[in-house]
């Protein structure tokens, strides 16, 4: 948390053995939250990648103006991931502000629960949010895999696997809120979301996968 009076640097304009550091060390943010997001960002860019490869190419001028919209839809996931890595720093940060809240009185007890449990809500926002993003990262890999620049299909392969992990990963930490949760009804509808956007990704990642593979002219058993 930043000093008050001063401005903390958003995390995605941290250098970035700066930030590998901070979450190799005792620090309790970032944690995998941020990194997972980081993971769909990356994705994201590197789909971004292929379609830049792919606009103002003679060769790929049928799909100019679909790779041209893939590219502003994967740069716009970017930004969206690289600003929740900052999200799930801050809700993690209330979750922590409120188990210190005093416990003293069954009063103070209980506004300290209702507190957990708001915090709790809040804090499976953000990495459901990556979830979702990273589903949308994998929509423009599988798409740019399939019609983008050929010489750089293995870049939407890595994007599909580091999207599908972003979103395993960011499952995780969905559900390790969604656990301490009072609210029943709210846990299993967060729970139905994780499977449903998993089963996406994986399906996703699959299915891009096959498609590069086929581009770079490989047998199926050597990935």
Sequence with gaps: MAEQGSERQPTAEQPIGAFVAALGSNAPAPGGGAACALAGALAAALAGMVAQFTVGRPKYQAVEE????????????????????????????????AYKLPKSSDA????????????????????????????????VAHEIAGVGNSTVASDAGCAALLGEAAVRAAALNVLTNVTLLHDTATATVAR???????????????AT???VRRRMGIEETTI
């Excluded at 041209?68 to 809700?91: I, N």
């Excluded at 506004?111 to 929509?139: N, Y």
């Excluded at 139905?192 to 699959?206: D, F, M, N, P």
């Design 66 to 97: 679909r790779a041209r919209q893939l590219l502003t839809q994967a740069q716009a996931v970017c930004v969206e991931l690289l600003a929740q890595m900052d999200a799930d720093e801050r809700a993690f940060q209330a979750v922590a502000d």
């Design 108 to 139: 103070e007890r209980e506004q300290r629960e209702a507190a957990i449990q708001a915090a709790l809500h809040g804090a499976m926002q953000p990495p459901l949010r990556v979830m979702e993003l990273s589903c949308a990262a994998l929509e």
């Design 192 to 206: 139905t979301r994780v499977g449903e956007l998993e089963r996406r990704a994986a399906t996703l990642q699959t």
């Design 209 to 211: 996968l096959a498609i």
